[in-house]
């Protein structure tokens, strides 16, 4: 089973370009989620969905934007990449919002 | 805000040893606690999780434990080995428009021979 699956693994990306991250799962959970992992900062949340058609802002939105036309895909874009946005970015799906998440395997994305 | 904060950052025992981690949280309406292991360069899997209407709960040589009125968490490991060394988050969810799982900044546990 395939489970999560996110896409690059690792991409380099000029300042100001604009990029989107794939995320898809095949679980037909409900809640997908992107998190930015830093050092020393943990995994923090930069938008949610809670069930196809909708999404929700986490504790660092400012300079993203998802979309969730159908259950199984939220990709992640970033309009005009600046290096603070230098990061690994998770994607992750649970059942239903606060339950377990299931991460995809990463996105290591350096933005020069 | 609402948040989790977890100690300690990092932590290294000797292979054999116990090793405790521990979490509070804010949300008094929080009712599920997961505990994920993180090994270098891979993405955070779920090892342990513990609900509200429980106090602890075991899976062979890992543990955690919830104490609802003070609003901590702590993992447990017992006679840790070298396979252990990793990266530990804990997370809670945090209610507010919607409960969303909120991370601890993590714990680097060593174990060393």
């Known amino acids: 089973t395939a489970g999560i699956t996110q896409a690059p693994t690792s991409q380099i990306l000029a300042a100001g370009r604009s990029m989107t991250l794939r995320c898809t799962q095949d679980m037909r959970h409900n809640a997908m989620y992107w998190y930015r992992q830093d050092l020393g900062l943990g995994l923090r949340l930069i938008h949610y969905?809670?069930?196809?058609?909708?999404?929700g802002k986490g504790e660092v939105p400012d300079g993203y934007s998802v979309s969730r036309a159908n259950t199984d895909d939220f990709p992640l874009t970033l309009a005009s990449a600046v290096p603070s946005q230098t990061s690994v970015y998770f994607c992750?799906?649970?059942?239903?919002?606060?339950?377990?998440?299931?991460f995809g395997q990463g996105t290591r994305l350096t933005v020069v | 805000g609402e948040n989790v904060e977890q100690h300690p950052s990092t932590l290294s025992v000797q292979e054999g040893d116990s090793a405790v981690i521990k979490c509070t949280y804010s949300?008094?309406?929080?009712?599920?606690f997961p505990w994920y292991k993180q090994e270098l360069g891979k993405r955070p899997q779920l090892i342990i999780d513990i609900r509200s209407n429980v106090g602890e709960k075991k899976d062979q040589r890992i543990a955690v434990t919830l104490n609802k009125t003070a609003k901590h968490f702590s993992l447990h490991i017992t006679e840790t080995q070298p396979e252990d060394s990793a990266v530990y988050f804990c997370a809670a969810p945090i209610t507010g428009t919607a409960s969303k799982l909120t991370f601890g900044t993590g714990t680097r546990l060593q174990v060393t021979l």
């Open positions: 992750a799906s649970s059942v239903g919002l606060g339950q377990e998440a299931f």
């Open positions: 969905s809670n069930t196809a058609g909708t999404t």
């Open positions: 949300d008094s309406a929080s009712n599920y």
